[in-house]
C-alpha cells in the first residue's frame, strides 16, 4: 500500500465509497444528501491543509483516503485534526491505522502540538479503539450528540492526542 496525495483525478475513485459512508448516517456529521461535486468540496482540502489516499501499489486501486487540516485558526493555529475513509470493502486491512499513522506523522512534521478530533460517534466502537490505541484521548463527550439511524441519539467523543 502507498500513501500519496490525493489528486482531483482521483474523485471519481473516492466518490463511490465516500457516498456510502456519508449516505448510510452512522459515523460522520456531514449532509447526508451531498452529491459529487458538494462532496468533492468538504473531502479535497487545499494547502496548507491535505488530502491523501491509500493505494494498492499492484492495481492502483484506491482503498482509503483521509484529509487533514489545521483544527482551529489564529490562536488556536497549533492544533491539527484529521479525518479518514476506508473503502468498505477492504476495511480490516490495516489501512485506517496507516491512514492515521500517516496524519499523526504529518502533523508532527509541520508543527503542531496536538491533535483534536471534535466529533468522533461513540458508538463507532472500531474508530475509538483505533484512536486510542494511536494514544488519542476521550477528553468530552456531548450527550446525544449524533442522532444515529439505528440507535438514536448516542454521544459524540472529542478526542485528543499531544504530539
Known sequence: MLIREATPEDW?????????IVAAGETFTFPLDLDFEQ?????LLTAPNRTVVAVDEAT?????TAK?????????SH???ASYMVDPAHSGRGIGRALAEYTIAWAREAGYRAMQFNAVVASNAHA????????????GTLP????????????????????
Request: charged letters at 10%; proline letters at 6%.
Open 12 to 20: 471519481p475513485a473516492i466518490w463511490p465509497f465516500f457516498h456510502a
Open 39 to 43: 462532496g468533492r468540496g468538504w473531502w
Open 60 to 64: 492502483g486501486a484506491v482503498l482509503g
Open 68 to 76: 487533514m487540516n489545521r483544527n482551529h485558526q489564529g490562536n488556536g
Open 79 to 81: 492544533i491539527a485534526s
Open 128 to 139: 475509538v479503539k483505533l484512536y486510542e490505541s494511536l494514544g488519542f484521548t476521550v477528553i
Open 144 to 163: 446525544e450528540g449524533f442522532h444515529h439511524p439505528t440507535e438514536g441519539y448516542v454521544g459524540l467523543h472529542v478526542m485528543h492526542r499531544p504530539l
